[in-house]
């Protein structure tokens, strides 16, 4: 996060497929409405549900490991009323990476507008956690798009030029020199913070304000 003219900015780092992202999302959401107009959300996206066919199994056990990952999701949610996740997550919906959404997003920034970075990311995230749609698939992708107001076809030409996955492994190679180690992350003062994980709203809030209240060049204590 930096302070610039218009206020404090504020780099987010997240996986579309992960659980902890969605639970952040109505803190992130309350803080664009508290401090509308002082703060900018740039949304990038890390590598964490990268290949899901490798590390589910890796991680949680190659016989039962998605059945243990999806009790694991829903058990983590549960003290989060706003974090709905449909019981078919990881039991039967089984996406096999999270890239395709990321790069998607990528192209709506590219050829629409970081705002509809941040809807279409919203739309996505709901649509996997709470009606289990398969978000690996491009059709799925473009359908989700579409009814968010996004021209398919330019999205397209923004994945097949090259022009998407460019940006995308801008964000990965940020993330890698930021020390960004999962999702979510919170990039505070220019990459001299690093909030990461299941992070309170009354701590990101401090921080917001505190560098507000204090000269841009000027390390927060929070």
């Given at each position: 996060?930096?302070?610039?003219?218009?206020?404090?900015?504020?780099?987010?780092?997240?996986?579309?497929?992960?659980?902890?992202?969605?639970?952040?999302?109505?803190?992130?959401?309350e803080?664009?409405?508290?401090?509308?107009?002082?703060?900018?959300?740039?949304?990038?996206?890390?590598?964490?549900?990268?290949?899901?066919?490798?590390?589910?199994?890796?991680?949680?056990?190659?016989?039962?490991?998605?059945?243990?990952f999806?009790?694991h999701?829903?058990?983590?949610?549960?003290?989060?009323?706003?974090?709905?996740?449909h019981?078919?997550?990881?039991?039967?919906?089984?996406?096999?990476?999270?890239?395709?959404?990321?790069?998607?997003?990528?192209?709506?920034?590219?050829?629409?507008?970081?705002?509809?970075?941040?809807?279409?990311?919203?739309?996505?995230?709901?649509?996997?956690?709470?009606?289990?749609?398969?978000?690996?698939?491009?059709d799925?992708?473009?359908?989700?798009?579409?009814?968010?107001?996004?021209?398919?076809?330019?999205?397209?030409?923004?994945?097949?030029d090259?022009?998407?996955?460019?940006?995308?492994?801008?964000?990965?190679?940020?993330?890698s020199?930021?020390?960004?180690?999962?999702?979510?992350t919170?990039?505070?003062n220019?990459?001299?913070?690093?909030?990461?994980?299941n992070?309170?709203?009354?701590?990101?809030?401090?921080?917001?304000?505190?560098?507000?209240?204090?000269?841009?060049?000027?390390?927060?204590?929070?």
């Amino acid at each position: 996060m930096s302070v610039s003219e218009s206020g404090v900015v504020i780099d987010y780092y997240s996986d579309i497929l992960c659980v902890w992202a969605w639970i952040a999302q109505p803190r992130l959401d309350e803080l664009e409405k508290q401090w509308q107009g002082h703060i900018t959300v740039r949304h990038h996206f890390v590598d964490v549900f990268g290949d899901c066919e490798k590390k589910i199994p890796q991680s949680w056990g190659a016989e039962d490991g998605y059945e243990k990952f999806g009790e694991h999701v829903q058990h983590s949610a549960q003290p989060f009323e706003l974090a709905t996740v449909h019981p078919d997550l990881w039991q039967t919906i089984r996406p096999r990476s999270s890239a395709p959404a990321h790069l998607l997003l990528r192209a709506a920034a590219l050829v629409e507008s970081e705002q509809l970075l941040a809807r279409l990311a919203l739309r996505i995230r709901r649509a996997f956690f709470c009606q289990a749609l398969d978000v690996s698939s491009l059709d799925v992708l473009l359908e989700l798009a579409t009814e968010e107001g996004a021209d398919a076809g330019q999205l397209q030409r923004a994945v097949y030029d090259g022009s998407a996955i460019a940006a995308l492994m801008t964000d990965l190679r940020q993330a890698s020199d930021l020390g960004v180690r999962g999702s979510p992350t919170w990039i505070l003062n220019s990459g001299r913070q690093v909030l990461y994980g299941n992070v309170g709203y009354r701590i990101l809030n401090a921080n917001i304000e505190e560098l507000l209240n204090n000269p841009a060049d000027e390390a927060s204590w929070c």
